[in-house]
């Protein structure tokens, strides 16, 4: 292998591109060679990461496919790709002669960009020594030579007469200058007996889509500039009014007929256009200019800087701007005739269209995008969006091989250097084709009601626009021509399948079928009963709801609770496998579809069953006071409805009814009212008793009942005991009062009196209270002296004979008149008792009279024992009801000495009382 010129390529601000380390290789034939080569891409555009998806190396093309040298079978396993991250060299090993060529690496990206291919590549000549012969008239001239020159600079190929001289590498020239750029070619005259006949000669800087060289003379960037001086063996190129474009490496290259193929001069020369120029470099939202000559200068020279035109301050040979939208240049002092080209954001650029006119589907379209800018714009074409463009193409072309119907739409190109952008006005292309897509729509979508508005329309992607023709399967001709069929209130005979066909002058297409299924809302639901007939508690029984609808309904069964249903079931059957007398209501039920819903008529449900454990309510709530009217209620569930019987609970196993029907009225109850109640619910099905209801009622005091123990005389010195006790309910309290005296003397029922004197005789005062009253009785204490004893024994045996009497005469008396009530006799006035209301009217008396008269009065009380009642259990209840109270007093008059004579006897000296209490009675109902 020969030593050769390392070149690396710098590319432009897009960071696009491919760098070989060498242009020119020569490699020995059967030696292996390594192709350095390096490519960068931007790791990011427009929020997508890059990533690269094809990497190759190539030689030739297959029509417009480029042919990977890893499965050409020329190269068959001897090529190797050394890539590593950036890195794309290539090795070749076991050279041959048919392995020269030029070898160029291409990559494509995810980007919606063109594969990057960088040209030219790096041309490999596989040589080795070999024998030159040249006739020189009756003799033969033999070389020995390689095809490969160890020099820099070769000026020819094969052999010191084959090949190309330039008197420079390097030209520098001012813009708008005209430059030669000297040039010699040379060749054999004969070879192989054959004599060189020079066929083509050119300049050229770039080749084009095919890797053709492109003569100046053709390219429509040197159009009217470029003027060849050839003379015989002399090629210069002259280039008249130089602009910054032209700076470029110019190359000669001719072809003769002998076999060699063309020759190019190369590395060719280098044209520089310059005197001054502003450099721009982009520091973020500000530019660094810079004013340089390609060309040297004098040491430290004086700039000035022009804005628009117009001369500035800054007088270095750089200048930091911000205002992109104005125009910078240079120039050297004293020499501002020879101002720089002024540097400029690009102008709105101009996109063009080839070949022009009308752009039918599968023809090659190419867009140009054009803006005048210093420096020279580089060019992104997009594709406008809905909501941005999306880049296409990073040239100035944008190049459709075989256009498409997907490719309509409006483009744009964008013009960028490094002193702004600017965006040209969207330009449409509209690719005519025959319809292919066609898509039938419902309006509106869904179900289709009947009796509702509905629109069918046909759509197609064809261009010029398509006419379109309706039709409906089995049914003979279209229906109508245009777009949509309306159907204004659609009916369930239009139910069917529809189809349209497209057509425009391009073409033809039809739609597949599309099915219209009329929809519609349940009917209203009927609703049925089984088994039909009564319905008795305990049956099974289903209720059926049914309607017509499509689609096929869901039913909701309800029951109705006050103006509302109540949700039960999700089905159409509602099943009762043993039915209560709490299914009883009625019932309806709800058919839905997606279009809507109807409700059935209720149907009522009646479950005949017994009663039901009855209830007992009492009114008013609360507290019974006696006199009130108080209601007793009993309520049961049944069906048929239950009839009502009242009972007061007793001892009796077959108690006597109070009464009949739901309520138990007590206009004015007393107080043996209280007890026990309930009531008992009965129907054909069966009967049930109610729980037992206390009838509490609160009355206050009877007239007190009061005893003295011992009874009779007092001793003086003795104690005594008074006992008082009254009936009420709540229970009373009780006070001790002395006649006379205000203070109380003690509370309770018993009050006693230890160690009596004299002054302890009078009369004392019980005072029975509850919140509901009072009622009070009066009883007298003698206390007398040790004389009487004897007299007190006498008169309590007289007593004791008078209460045998007394208790023979109640005994009659309560037999005759037991249902009769007698008015009660006055008490005297000197008593102070409380006279009773209507307590009276349950009380008897019976009167003894005595004609003897005796010194003092003397009372005996007796009382048989009973409970005191404020809240009675269910056993005192039954205790009282045959409760018998009995009161009795004895009274003797006479003259006392302690008496005063002006005192009035108020009533018989000699009257004996007895009080009986009636006994409590069932009373039965009453007030019903």
């Known amino acids: 292998m020969f030593p050769v010129l390392c070149v690396s390529e710098v590319r432009g601000q897009t960071d696009w591109g491919v760098t070989y380390f060498s242009h020119q290789i020569c490699a020995s034939k059967g030696s292996t060679v390594d192709i350095p080569c390096t490519y960068t891409y931007p790791p990011r555009i427009d929020e997508l990461d890059t990533k690269v998806e094809e990497t190759l190396w190539f030689t030739k093309l297959n029509g417009r496919t480029y042919v990977d040298l890893g499965s050409d079978p020329d190269y068959s396993g001897r090529v190797e790709y050394l890539f590593k991250q950036n890195d794309c060299t290539l090795r070749i090993k076991d050279l041959r002669e048919s392995d020269s060529a030029k070898y160029t690496f291409r990559f494509t990206t995810n980007q919606e960009e063109d594969s990057v291919t960088d040209s030219p590549g790096v041309t490999l000549t596989v040589t080795g020594l070999r024998v030159v012969v040249e006739s020189v008239w009756t003799e033969a001239d033999l070389r020995c030579e390689n095809s490969c020159k160890a020099s820099d600079y070769p000026s020819y190929v094969c052999d010191s007469r084959l090949g190309v001289t330039y008197s420079s590498h390097q030209i520098c020239a001012s813009k708008g200058s005209t430059v030669d750029i000297p040039c010699t070619y040379t060749y054999p005259p004969v070879i192989n007996h054959q004599t060189t006949v020079i066929q083509s000669v050119l300049w050229f800087t770039k080749t084009d889509y095919y890797r053709r060289t492109v003569d100046l003379r053709s390219d429509p960037d040197y159009s009217g500039r470029v003027e060849y001086l050839f003379n015989q063996n002399d090629c210069t190129l002259r280039i008249k009014d130089l602009r910054w474009i032209d700076s470029a490496e110019y190359k000669f290259r001719f072809t003769t007929n002998q076999g060699e193929g063309g020759v190019n001069g190369s590395p060719g020369v280098t044209l520089t256009v310059t005197g001054l120029q502003v450099v721009v470099k982009s520091v973020w939202t500000e530019a660094d200019l810079r004013c340089e000559s390609s060309c ?119 013009a960028e250097n490094k002193l702004g952008k600017s965006q040209s006005e969207f330009f449409s292309i509209k690719v005519k084709y025959a319809p292919k897509i066609l898509s039938v729509s419902q309006y509106p979508s869904g ?103 499509n689609p096929a309904a869901s039913y909701t069964w ?121 009531c008992e619910a009965e129907n054909e099905l069966g009967r ?103 007299i007190t024994a006498a008169t309590v045996s007289v007593i004791m004979i008078a209460l045998i009497l007394i208790f023979v005469a109640i005994w009659i008396i309560k037999k005759r008149t037991r249902k009769q009530e007698s008015e009660p006799r006055e008490r005297p006035d ?39 009642r404020k809240k009675k259990t269910n056993e005192e209840e039954e205790d009282v009801k045959e409760e018998l109270v009995e009161y009795s007093a004895v009274r003797f008059n006479r003259a006392g000495p302690a008496q005063s004579r002006n005192q009035e006897t108020v009533e018989d000296p000699a009257a004996l009382y007895s009080k009986v209490n009636k006994p409590s009675r069932n009373p039965g109902p009453r007030n019903l």
């Not at 005739?337 to 650029?349: E, G, H």
């Not at 425009?504 to 219209?516: F, P, Q």
């Not at 209720?602 to 009492?618: A, D, E, G, H, M």
């Not at 003397?745 to 005062?765: M, P, W």
């Open 296 to 414: 040297k200068v004098s040491d430290n020279p004086s700039y000035v800087w022009y804005k628009d035109g117009e001369k500035m301050d800054e007088q270095t040979s750089s200048l930091r701007v911000s205002d992109f939208g104005k125009s910078y240049s240079c120039a050297l002092k004293n020499h501002e005739d020879q101002r720089s080209a002024a540097v400029y954001a690009p102008k709105t650029p101009s996109v063009s269209q080839s070949p022009s006119g009308e752009v039918t589907e599968g023809t090659s379209v190419t867009l140009t995008c054009s803006s005048d800018a210093n420096p020279a714009a580089t060019y992104t074409w997009y594709k406008r969006t809905v909501r941005k463009g999306r880049q296409t193409d990073w040239t100035s072309k944008k190049y459709f091989s075989y256009i498409q119907p997907s490719d309509s739409g409006e483009y744009y190109c964008l």
């Open 447 to 549: 179900e289709v009601i009947e009796g509702r508005y509905v629109t069918l329309s046909c759509s197609s992607d064809g261009y010029p626009a398509p006419e379109f023709t309706w039709y409906k399967r089995n049914q003979h001709g279209h229906l109508r021509k245009g777009s949509e069929l309306v159907f204004r209130s659609i009916q369930s005979s239009d139910s069917g399948q529809y189809s349209c066909s497209a057509k425009n002058d391009m073409g033809t297409s039809t739609s597949g079928l599309t099915s219209i299924d009329v929809k519609y809302a349940p009917k209203p639901p009927s609703v049925s009963v089984s088994p039909s007939g009564e319905i008795v508690e305990g049956s099974s029984v289903t209720l059926t709801c049914s309607s017509d609808a």
């Open 558 to 678: 309800y029951k109705k609770t006050g103006n509302r249903g109540r949700q039960t079931d999700r089905k159409s059957q509602k099943y009762f496998s043993s039915i209560q007398s709490s299914d009883s209501g009625e019932y309806y039920c709800e058919a839905e579809n997606k279009l809507g819903s109807r409700t059935s008529e209720s149907i009522s449900v009646k479950v005949k069953y017994p009663p039901k454990p009855p209830s007992v309510s009492v009114s008013p709530s609360g507290e019974i006071v006696e006199g009130s009217s108080v209601t007793l209620t009993c309520s049961s569930d049944a069906n048929p409805a239950a009839h009502y019987t009242w009972y007061k609970k007793d001892e009796d196993p077959e108690p006597n009814p109070l009464g009949k029907g739901p309520q138990l009225l007590f206009k004015s109850i007393q107080s043996f009212d209280f007890g026990l109640y309930y």
């Open 688 to 790: 049930r008793k109610s729980e037992h209801t206390n009838v509490n009622v609160m009355y206050p005091p009877k007239l007190p009942s009061v005893s003295v123990s011992p009874s009779g005389e007092i001793v003086e010195g003795s104690s005594v005991t008074l006992t008082c006790s009254s009936d009420a309910n709540p229970a009373a309290n009780y006070t001790w009062y002395k006649k006379n005296e205000g203070s109380p003397k003690a509370s309770g029922e018993i009050f006693t009196i230890e160690n009596t004197g004299a002054e302890h005789s009078g009369d004392y005062v019980c005072v029975a209270q509850n919140e509901k009253g009072h009622h009070n009785s009066t009883v007298h204490v003698t206390v007398v002296g040790g004389s009487w004893k004897g």
């Open 830 to 868: 000197n008593c102070d008792q409380i006279q009773l209301s209507e307590q009276q009217n349950d009380l008897q008396y019976a009167t003894i009279h005595f004609s003897k008269k005796q010194e003092e009065s003397i009372y005996c009380n007796v009382k048989a024992a009973k409970p005191k």
